[in-house]
């Protein structure tokens, strides 16, 4: 989408860079003027400077149109799957599932994303545009291969999955993906903001929730109460209230990992890594993830899972099985 | 900015570890506490007490962030925020660690130069802390790092001052200042210490970044 010009005057400063922003992520101009002013007048009435009480332009307009993209995504409700495009590494159901359970036509299409409720008609925040490709990406370990060639393609506005069996290096390409582990092999493309969530550990047991957003949100260069504030809206959305006192080490394993996706998203990533994210969740706290996880795709992140969880696999729009590359 | 932060919480999480904390800050003491009657002698073990506690302090926290550090690089946090940060902190509280027995030694000894013994707690506070993080950048696991720096306390505390295996070990310096401080040694003492001090400092210090920059480089992978 090509930006628009502005009506009226030009904003400068603060303002200017996060309408910029808003408009560079595809809003369209009159929206992106409606809430910049909304933005500023806020800022106004509580006396504070809008970079002191959102922190930088650019990362609360990513904030914001997360935020406005919160409704559970169309699919989840009344899936509407289409072909997937073409022959690739993308499973194709037979060979992976066999004869075990029917997954039925969910697994493996890309769904249709629909139109995004909150932003009105022409908002499109990237759909399509590649946030991740790996090419005949490859790691051994002296002489064990884990895998080889894996060539995989993730777009802004899609889920990919990533299913194999245990040991096969998921986790291994996931931080690859990340850029914690180098690949033998191989050349990755990536955008740059990306978040990534461990299976387990990523969090300080003798610190807060509060104090991980702001651990955090200092990292991604986010003021204080702005880190915060996002944190805990970010929670809230996991059915989590973060308790004031209470320790990483004394939270349950499900709400620890609430509090690992909170950390993955709290920069506003394009790309988020989830490495089996849902240990220890309920059921509930399940279902709200994959909510969360669909709200991330209609605002333009990719997002990539892996899983070993069949039933998973209907939220994706893409499935790589790393067992068969491997 | 995002050192300070670090820097902050790091000294909030060691702050709640309380039996942890109890535990270091009487450390030194029960080392002065032995040798109390030998006024130098003692002065001289609290000390060394002092360095192997604010170590082995700082060994465990860097290696109890291991997990989080990774995750920080990625969000934005470059290394030397990381690193930095919690060195900072550690150091922080290793110099008020070495203030109060400074005052303790002071009330209880009177030693003839002050200032000095205060410097020579301060000065191994100071290096104490990077030697610590750069023993846990090198040995990962907990147990090993810390038996490496029991050796390093024992080697120092057990090898007779004019060898050159004393001469290596990262608070020589100490014993040095510990000559000038207590048996009226001259001022080559004191300067050959601060030397021993600033170069014991840049290795640990500069080795801890090296190894961390290392570890927790991130490529930059070209955008699509």
Redesign the interface.
Known sequence: MTPAPHRGKPESGWAGRFEDELLRLGLQPGRARELTEETTQQAAESATAPDALFGPAHLYARHLLTELNTAPHPAIANPNPRPAPGPGPYLDPGPYLGPGPDLGPDLGPALDPGPSPGLGPGYGVGHG?????LAGVSKRYRRRTVFSNVDLTVRAGEVTAIVGANGCGKSTLLRIC???V?PSDGT?????R???V?QD???????TAS?HF???G????LAYRRARSTGEHLAGRLAWRPAPDQ?AQHLSGGTRQKLNLV??E??APDLLLLDEPYQGFDQGTYLDFWRQVHAWRDAGKAVVVVTHLLHDLQHADHVYDLGAAA | MTALVVAALSAREVGRRRVALALMVTLPLWFYLLRREAEGQSIRMLTLGMGWAVSALTLFVVNGSRSVDPRLRLTGASTLDVIGGRLLALTGGGVVLALGYWVLVLADQRPDRPWAAGLMMVLTAVVAAPLGSLVAALLPRELEGALALLSICAVQMLADPPTLAAHLMPFWSFRELGTYVVDGADAGYLWRALLHAAVTWLICAGGTYALFAWRLRLPRYPEP
């Open positions: 545009a590649v946030r991740l490709r990340a850029g914690l180098r990755v493309h990536r955008t740059r990306v978040g990534f461990p550990g990523g969090t300080a047991g003798w610190l104090e702001t651990l955090f200092a990292a991604a260069g320790l950390l993955g709290l920069h």
